[in-house]
């Protein structure tokens, strides 16, 4: 395993395809007429657990590595799946499919592994079922195992609680079969990427403020989609780049979407020496090259609107947060305890286990930075972000960290070990 004493980071790398386009991709491109091919998909096992349930509803889709191609049946097309379809650890493919399936004119039923068993669906199941669907919790725990009996919906104007980009987009799917314009409205903004998707796609969908607006859909179109890297894997090596010695990385072609680039503002608030190069558009989403070196980090407050923008890369911020001068506060992130592990608790146990001084909170958790950090014993809880993100830990502390189960990174980056390895001298 990677570990300890390195001399310097150096290089320049690229990270997998975006994970919520290219689960997106794969499922508007089901249901749209004709051929929808993705480059640049991740192939992690969360996106083929979405490819796997679409398969399962007669849809034919050929992946060769990050080359995806779907060959859609319009939005009446999907079959009744004769198995239980297998989201595996995928909240995004359970919550979207859901939207979908709510829809359609057969039941489904739903499930995946020990994590999602425990994630909350009644964020999706109280909305669905005021557009009229039948979705119930075959546990009656308003968890998975989901089971969905088609039904015709009716639209619906939704204020949600959460600002969760999966709760939104659940929504806006199945509004794409309702009779009449469905909106939901957060509290907060979350990731964007369904609205501007959708939109390529042919579906009359549009956002003002917090409120994204969809109207019903006869039909949706095949399309061509270059996916970016995902800037939630790009994460790992920017936190890499700016706490570790001798740092000089340059990653290629991220998404900055400003739904989902919260990481580039907190860096640069905690005085990192980052910079954002070669900015562009590519169908549509924001990409840019991320240059960032060796940095003297001090502490800040992370909370209110950013937070949505950065949930995912919580974990490894509070690595950067343990490595900085001063305190940092995360705050207005409760979101963290429903996530694939409690993220709460999983970094904070494993950060203080190496020696860092944490203190969680009920939204978040206060960091003071600064102290040795000592190799460990890392629990991942089988959620590919701990697991990440302590081993970009482990290349600051003083002796070796050592994993309870790494495989969990294959759910969204694969080829992080060897990425690393290639930038890492020892
Ligand atoms: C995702 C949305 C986020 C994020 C998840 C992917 C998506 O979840 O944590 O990894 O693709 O829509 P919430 O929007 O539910 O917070």
Known sequence: M???NIKSLKGQIRVPGDKSISHRGVMFGAISNGITELTGFLDGADCRS???CFRAMGIDISQNADHVIISGKGMRGLTKPSTILDVGNSGTTTRLISGILSGQSFTSILNGDESIQKRPMGRIMTPLRMMGANIKSIKDNDCAPLEIGGSSLKGIDYNSPVASAQVKSCILLAGLYADRPTSVTEPVLSR????LMLKGFGADISSKGLTASIKPAQELYGQKIQIPGDISSAAYFIAAGLIC???????KDVNTNPTRAGIIKVAQ???GNIEILNQRI???EPVADIHV?????????????????????????AVMAACATGQTIIADAAELKVKESDRIASVTENLINMGASVTPTDDGMIIDGGKALHGTNIRTYKDHRIAMSFIIAGLVSDGPNSFDDIACIDISYP????????????
């Open 282 to 284: 590519i169908g549509g």
């Open 192 to 195: 964007n990427h369904t609205e």
């Open 50 to 52: 979405t490819i796997s």
């Open 293 to 317: 070196q060796s940095s003297n980090l001090h502490g800040c407050k992370i909370s209110g609107q950013i937070i949505p923008t950065l949930i995912d890369e919580i974990p490894v911020i």
């Open 245 to 251: 010695p001798n740092a000089d990385l340059l990653i």
């Open 415 to 426: 080829t992080f070990i060897s990425t690393l390895e290639s930038i890492v001298n020892k």
């Open 2 to 4: 990677l570990n300890t």
């Open 269 to 271: 608030d905690m005085g």
